[in-house]
């Protein structure tokens, strides 16, 4: 393997990438603003990005594990970080976040912000920043991510488990997106987030370990995915969500359209009028810019802002004052 670039040279790749393939969001009306931190922590989105890029390197399910986590924190009290803190009944402890992984991740790049700009820069603002930098590292377009979030203090178990489930329909879906102010055409390409990453056979195991197996899978993926998840091992074993699963594109869709959507909440989409156009459309390039736009919007849900929260000196524990 090659030499990993220094964490400088790290920085102007990030620039580059930003400048050349990312989107600029509309003007936030949630008191966000792009170039958040120009003055009080002008490097903070170079400096995840390094971290995110060494992390990403030791272990390729951070990316999809980052940007799952910003998914799940957006959801549950907004994009607080109420999603990291630690304790015996905070989110982390639900069983819809069971298997949620990369706060190591996290928790390196929060470190390394803090060591430059002590008490600056949010933990919601750093899982931001490395929920756009897990898909530029993964082949994706970045974006340009407005900052200016404060941390909540509050983080309870029995409030997320009111997350999108994977068995849930294209109805229900829509009706839980549509509480968090995100249309059924964003709902659609923020799904194709599970182009990278694998899901675990239990998730879908009600679709092959029955019969006759479900009839929206096309059949030789049915025995492909009887063959990876026996019965005796689906509660251990995962299978990658399409297949193209550790690069960010839009292979997601094309599956879905070949009849190999892991997922019941991912196949469903193809056969309901209000999701289907969303799903033939983000089959190619567009899928890139779509979904950038759509991480903007999520990103912005329900914000703590000004005076509101706090910012968090650790990522995982509410301030001692």
Known sequence: MGRWPSPALLAIFVTIALAMNSITPAAAHTGLKVGFYRHSCPQVEAIVYNSMAQSTKADDTVAPGILRMAFHDCFVRGCDAS???????????????????GFDAIDAAKRAVENAC??????ADVLQFAAR?????AGGYGWHVPAGRRDGTVSIMEEALNLPAPSMTVSQLIDVFGRKGLSPSQ??????AHTIGKA???TFDDRVQTTP??????PSFATFLKGQCPYAAIQSTSVDMDSTAHTFDSQYFKDIIAGRGLLTSDQSLLYDSRTSGGVYANNGAAFYRNFAKAMVKMSQIEVLTG????IRRQFDQVNSH
């Open 307 to 310: 005076l509101d929260g706090e």
């Open 213 to 218: 197996v479900d009839p929206t899978l096309a």
């Open 187 to 192: 709902m659609v390409v923020l799904s194709g």
């Open 83 to 101: 999603v990291l803190l630690e304790g015996p009944n905070t989110e982390r402890r639900a069983r819809t976040n069971t298997g949620l992984h």
């Open 200 to 202: 675990p056979c239990v």
């Open 118 to 123: 002590p008490g600056v820069v949010s933990a």
């Open 133 to 137: 930098d897990a898909v530029v590292l």
